[in-house]
């Protein structure tokens, strides 16, 4: 096995606040796999403030360096360390890309007997005004996505939600994303003064899991996105699955069955993730059957990208090339 690592970059086309931080470009690791003829292609694509320290990058670089004389993909994982999930994650895509493109077959296909053709996908708001969020989402709705989502916590959360309520009409749903900015108390204030808006879904509105029992009432329901890699489900309507923190393919597969078996929806989000990225999540959607739109309509955010997989009508078809199916890498 030749195992090669590459950094990219990418800006994004305008910076992102959330509660958590601004995101203005992404630093990423591609990761190829080469063995019998074949090429894998894996992303690891940590974001510092958000779902990994400050300097990640350069710990996902070494810890794969450090694999790079396994003799195969699967030594390699087995040689990780733990506690470098965004490692393993692009190791792991490269192995199951390399798998796909062996056996000439999509790695929705080897995952599952029946993935969907194509994913529901939502539209991300970054508009932080009434104005300019307003024609935003109905930018979004006049495209076709059935979901627009947007970031609370962050100001001016209700007049920019009813803002967008009245752009998109009763038929678009509207999700979230506190990213748990918010005290328990604040969540319970917020919530119950949001949920007239009419809300699909609010992620992390505390950032403890546990508090979602006291939420229930405020007339929302709830999501957990950062805290999921914890692995507890119960109290949330829905819980969205990445797969850098997650830690690859089979561990969010593995956590999607886990979370439904608790009685939560599932879908998958990218972090601003490139073009791999993407592209493995949609396959990993596709294969889990996800029906709730996924954040996986994020490489239009970067700057200087044609996107390989463009949203039409609110859904991205996956790719039915062999691997993940990504081409010209
Ligand atoms: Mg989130």
């Known amino acids: 096995m030749d195992l090669a690592l590459e950094r990219v970059s990418h800006r994004l086309r305008e910076p992102l606040r959330a509660a958590w931080g601004v995101v203005d470009r992404r630093e990423l690791v591609l990761v190829r796999v080469r063995e019998g003829g074949h090429e894998g292609v894996g992303e690891a694509a940590p974001l510092p403030g958000y779902d990994a320290p400050e300097g990640a990058l350069d710990a996902v670089v070494a810890a794969l360096q450090a694999v790079v004389g396994e003799p195969t993909p699967e030594a390699a994982l087995a040689a990780l360390p733990d506690g470098v999930p965004h490692a393993r994650a692009a190791l792991d895509m490269a192995a199951w890309d390399l798998r796909g493109r062996r056996e000439g077959r999509p790695v929705a296909a080897l995952l599952t007997t029946?993935?969907?053709?194509?994913?529901?996908?939502?539209?991300?708001?970054?508009?932080?005004?009434?104005?300019?969020?307003?024609?935003?989402?109905?930018?979004?709705?006049?495209?076709?996505?059935?979901?627009?989502?947007?970031?609370?916590?962050?100001?001016?959360?209700?007049?920019?939600?009813?803002?967008?309520?009245?752009?998109?009409?009763?038929?678009?749903?509207?999700?979230?994303?506190?990213?748990?900015?918010?005290?328990?108390?604040?969540?319970?204030?917020?919530?119950?003064?949001?949920?007239?808006?009419?809300?699909?879904?609010?992620?992390?509105?505390?950032?403890?899991?546990?508090?979602?029992?006291?939420?229930?009432?405020?007339?929302?329901?709830?999501?957990?996105?950062?805290?999921?890699?914890?692995?507890?489900?119960?109290?949330?309507?829905?819980?969205?699955?990445?797969?850098?923190?997650?830690?690859?393919?089979?561990?969010?597969?593995?956590?999607?069955r886990a979370a439904r078996a608790a009685g939560a929806d599932v879908y998958l989000a990218s972090t601003f993730d490139g073009p791999v990225g993407v592209a493995a999540a949609l396959h990993v959607a596709a294969a889990l059957r996800v029906t709730r739109p996924c954040g996986l309509a994020t490489l239009r955010l970067l700057a200087g990208l044609d996107d390989p997989f463009p949203p039409r009508d609110g859904h991205i078809r996956v790719s039915q090339a062999a691997g993940l199916g990504i081409a010209g890498r």
């Open 114 to 256: 029946d993935p969907l053709p194509a994913v529901p996908v939502n539209a991300l708001i970054t508009a932080e005004d009434r104005a300019g969020a307003s024609a935003q989402a109905a930018g979004f709705a006049r495209e076709g996505f059935r979901c627009v989502k947007a970031k609370v916590g962050v100001g001016d959360d209700a007049g920019r939600l009813a803002a967008v309520r009245a752009a998109v009409g009763p038929d678009v749903a509207i999700r979230i994303d506190a990213n748990a900015a918010w005290s328990l108390e604040e969540a319970v204030a917020n919530l119950a003064a949001l949920a007239p808006v009419g809300i699909e879904l609010c992620e992390e509105p505390t950032g403890a899991p546990d508090q979602l029992p006291a939420l229930r009432g405020c007339g929302v329901p709830l999501g957990l996105d950062e805290t999921s890699t914890a692995g507890v489900f119960e109290g949330a309507d829905a819980v969205c699955l990445r797969l850098g923190a997650h830690g690859g393919i089979a561990a969010v597969m593995d956590a999607g």
